[in-house]
Every structure is written in structure tokens, then in C-alpha cells.
């Protein structure tokens, strides 16, 4: 799977299981650290574990695995690690906190109707 096939996978997976504004951000032109960065917020701290939960075990469904987990869903926050791919699910709180989106303000956003293609 490629890195925007990742991306696109889980962001469907996170909006599928009611994840709230998730994004993709193309941040490969930014850094060395990955290609993407997905984006999203759960209403709750059980929310965050499960739609951590969901993005992890259908990637690995897929055949991708973690090449790390961090963060503690009880308090708000997760991150995936896929190498080209990092995934973000946050607490409404822990989000507007961290601020990625404003972090990574010059990263192309890739439209999330893309999603479903």
C-alpha cells in the first residue's frame, strides 16, 4: 500500500467510526519524517482508544503494521506511526491543544471527498 493509500484508508476507517474532522495533510515537501499526517478527534477518551483501535487492526487486515504506538488515549490522545503515515486521533481538547493543523499550516490538505475514490 502505498503512502496515500494508507492515508485514504485510515482516514475512511476514522470517518466511518464517526471520527470528527479528519484530515489528511501532505506534509512530505515539510519534513523527513513522513509523507502524511492524518487527522482526527473523538468526542470522547473511549472514542479516541476505539477509533485508534479501528485504524490499527484494519491496516493490519491490509498487511501494514505500527512501526510505533505513543500517547494515552485517557488523556486524549494517539498517535500511529506507518513510517509514510502518521496518524493523529486526538481529544477535542488535546486537538485544538497541539494545534497540528496550525503547525502544518504551509502542508498541502488533500481533499477528503478523495476519500471514497
Known sequence: MTGIELAKAAAQ???DKLGVDVKILK?????????????????SNTQV????DEVEQY????GAKPRGIEGNPD????L?????????VFHA????????????????????EMITD
Open 13 to 15: 476507517v476514522l470517518d
Open 27 to 43: 506534509v512530505e515537501d515539510l519534513t523527513i519524517l513522513t509523507d502524511y499526517f492524518v487527522i482526527a478527534s473523538g468526542t
Open 75 to 78: 488523556g486524549g490522545w494517539v
Open 93 to 112: 481538547q488535546a486537538r485544538e491543544f497541539y494545534s497540528l493543523e496550525r503547525l502544518w499550516a504551509d502542508a498541502k490538505q488533500i481533499d477528503t
Open 49 to 52: 482508544r476505539a477509533l485508534a
Open 59 to 62: 491496516l493490519e487486515k491490509s
Open 80 to 88: 500511529l506511526d506507518y513510517g509514510t503515515v502518521i496518524i493523529h
